[in-house]
């Protein structure tokens, strides 16, 4: 057999193990979900070469291919070098034709953004191919993910840090016509930030989400798009088996720059305070702010990051989320069926459904 046959450089090797024995797949980053047609076709190629003749889709927007013999392993990763030189992903210096040089920092996912989205505020695939070249490769266990507006297509708030783009609608009432079709819009699609006073729309600018429906939907360009992108970002989303939680807001209104700098930062905080026992490196930053508290990590987030003035920061969030390792949720609010029987499908137990009339 040509390859080291060990598990862990195999992940790391971007390779996930298989319930077959002897087998692997191979896992493919594709930054932003952007892939050309000549890497598509490579992806194909090297299914049918080596792997069962099947891809899976990642829920990370990449690929896995399945199947491929683990003496097969040194070939794939020569294969794999146009797709990652294409997908423009940093390589370990000086190793070409090996393959991907880590898999800790999770692919950055992007939803289609302004490139394809009439809604989306920013280039969604842009910022997160250049957040692929600032944070990867990485052995940290991280989760970005982009997306163009607050619809979230991207489900942003399950990441550790969830960038979601903001407009500040600017207003032109030299343009409006009175329609108040941005007030409808706005109060239907929105948060119903927008007002008629005196002929005239208002703004209600702490309501105001920046998702931009209002520029959308006016017939005369009267709102149009801020010149400057603006982000809110939520912080520490995760899954998993213990306590997992939706990300919490973390900043409105925040400039490129910044965000990039504290997801760089977040890097030296993981240095600092990964628990080097943790499988891998496989640490959520989440457990390890509860560990050393979140003013330590703003201490180190928040270095060299100077925000705009219309930035806001929440300094003390609160993330709550399930706690399976603490509350046993059947004695709470769920009943056992063969405890408390039910009637059909109504989710209500029996003996506390109101009685008919007789
Ligand atoms: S999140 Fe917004 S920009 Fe992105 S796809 Fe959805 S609607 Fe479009
Ligand atoms: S940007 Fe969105 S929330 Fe703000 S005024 Fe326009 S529609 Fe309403
Ligand atoms: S949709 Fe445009 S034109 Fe109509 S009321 Fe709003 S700003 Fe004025």
């Known amino acids: 057999m040509g390859y080291d046959c060990n598990v862990k450089k195999l992940k790391k090797n971007n390779f996930r193990q298989s319930k077959v024995r002897g087998e692997v797949a191979s896992r493919v980053r594709v930054p932003g979900g952007r892939i050309d047609a000549a890497s598509l076709a490579k992806v194909v190629e090297i299914a049918v070469k080596y792997g069962t003749g099947e891809v899976n889709l990642t829920n990370r927007q990449?690929?896995?291919?399945?199947?491929?013999?683990?003496?097969?392993v040194e070939e794939v990763n020569k294969a794999l070098q146009s797709i990652i030189d294409a997908s423009g992903v940093t390589q370990a210096p000086n190793k070409p034709g090996e393959g991907y040089p880590s898999s800790g920092t999770r692919n950055v996912v992007a939803c289609p953004g302004k490139s394809l989205c009439p809604f989306g505020c920013y280039d969604t695939k842009e910022l997160a191919a250049k957040i692929d070249k600032l944070i990867y490769p990485n052995d940290h266990h991280v989760k970005i993910a982009c997306t163009g507006c607050s619809n979230d297509c991207a489900h942003v708030r399950l990441?550790?840090?969830?960038i979601i783009g903001q407009t500040?609608?600017?207003?032109n009432p030299d343009r409006c016509i009175?329609?108040?079709?941005?007030?409808?819009?706005?109060?239907?699609?929105?948060?119903?930030?927008?007002?008629v006073v005196n002929g005239k729309i208002v703004r209600d600018t702490d309501k105001c989400i920046g998702c931009g429906v209002c520029v959308i939907y006016c017939p005369t360009r009267a709102w149009t798009r801020s010149k400057e992108h603006y982000f809110r970002v939520s912080l520490l989303g995760r899954t998993g088996k213990k306590n997992p939680r939706l990300g919490v807001d973390f900043l409105k209104w925040a400039d490129e720059e910044s965000?990039?700098?504290?997801?760089?930062?977040?890097?030296?905080y993981l240095?600092?305070?990964q628990d080097r026992g943790a499988v891998e490196n496989k640490e959520h930053?989440?457990?390890i702010v509860d560990r050393t508290g979140f003013e330590e990590f703003l201490k180190y987030?928040?270095?060299?990051?100077?925000?705009?003035?219309?930035?806001?920061m929440n300094g003390r969030p609160y993330w709550g989320g399930k706690r399976y390792d603490q509350t046993n949720e059947l004695r709470s609010s769920m009943y056992r069926f063969s405890d408390r029987p039910y009637d059909g499908y109504s989710g209500i137990p029996r003996e506390d459904q109101p009685q008919k009339k007789r």
């Open 285 to 287: 930053i989440g457990y």
């Open 271 to 273: 240095d600092a305070y």
């Open 259 to 268: 965000i990039l700098k504290i997801i760089k930062n977040t890097y030296d």
């Open 301 to 312: 987030i928040m270095r060299d990051v100077h925000f705009g003035p219309k930035t806001e």
């Open 159 to 162: 990441n550790d840090f969830g």
């Open 168 to 171: 500040e609608p600017q207003y």
């Open 62 to 72: 990449g690929f896995e291919i399945p199947g491929i013999p683990i003496e097969d």
């Open 178 to 195: 009175g329609c108040e079709q941005c007030v409808k819009y706005c109060s239907r699609r929105s948060v119903g930030a927008l007002s």
